[in-house]
Structure formats: structure tokens, C-alpha cells
């Protein structure tokens, strides 16, 4: 069984940056395909960033966050981390750290087996 634990949100203002972080534990963290995820109070959760499970892989972006997102892997310390800049409101969400392996759309959440608790990210206008 994997547990994922998000750290770094927060309470900023519209520009500034965040970088989220996701340890893994209870599993071979590099075999995982890892993504986060969001979900803004009465919206659905949606896809924001993919990342293979090797280090350096390929990733993937939600067109929205391309350019200000940056998401990174280091499987020596079964981390995943998002690097987020210029925060605007509308990126104002509870963002959810995933992973996989069994396969499918990278921006499905049912690809993905397991959840971290989320953490809260509030940008201020």
C-alpha cells in the first residue's frame, strides 16, 4: 500500500509562487507514474501535471498551467513535487498528489490508484 503526504500550500498573493512537495512511502516510488491533480470547492477534480516514472521523464501539463507549473521527481527520495509561479486566482484549489502504474489517460483520475489527503493552495486577488 502507498501513502502520499502533500506539503506547501498555502495563503499568497495573485504573482506569487508555491512548490508543492509529495513524499511517498510503502511502495517502489519508481515504478509509479505520478501526477497532481486539483479541485476547487463544488468543481470536480482535474488533471494539472503528469510526470513518468523515471527521473527526468516525460511530462504533461494542463493547458492552463503551462509556462508557470513545473513539476519534478527525485526517486532517490520518493518525492514529486509541483513548482508553481505566477499564481493567479482562478489556480485556488485543494491540490491532490496521485500515482500509478497500471496504465491509461495520464489526466484521468482513474488511472490512478492512490491519493494523498490534499493540501489547500488560496490565491488572493
Known amino acids: 500500500q502507498v501513502q502520499l503526504v502533500e506539503s506547501g500550500g498555502g495563503l499568497v498573493q495573485a504573482g506569487a509562487s508555491l512548490r508543492l512537495s509529495c513524499a511517498a512511502s510503502?511502495?517502489?516510488?519508481?515504478?509509479?507514474?505520478m501526477g497532481w491533480f486539483r479541485q476547487a470547492p463544488g468543481k470536480e477534480r482535474t488533471f494539472v501535471a503528469y510526470?513518468?516514472?523515471?527521473?527526468?521523464?516525460?511530462?504533461r501539463y494542463v493547458d492552463s498551467v503551462k509556462g508557470r507549473f513545473t513539476i519534478s521527481r527525485d526517486n532517490a527520495k520518493n518525492t514529486v513535487d509541483l513548482q508553481m509561479n505566477s499564481l493567479n486566482p482562478t489556480d485556488t484549489a485543494v491540490y491532490y498528489c496521485?500515482?500509478?502504474?497500471?496504465?491509461?489517460?495520464?489526466?484521468?483520475?482513474?488511472?490512478?490508484?492512490?491519493w494523498g489527503q490534499g493540501t489547500q493552495v488560496t490565491v488572493s486577488s
Open positions: 496521485a500515482a500509478g502504474k497500471r496504465g491509461g489517460a495520464y489526466y484521468s483520475t482513474t488511472t490512478y490508484d492512490y
Open positions: 510503502g511502495g517502489t516510488f519508481s515504478t509509479f507514474y
Open positions: 510526470i513518468s516514472s523515471t527521473s527526468g521523464g516525460s511530462t
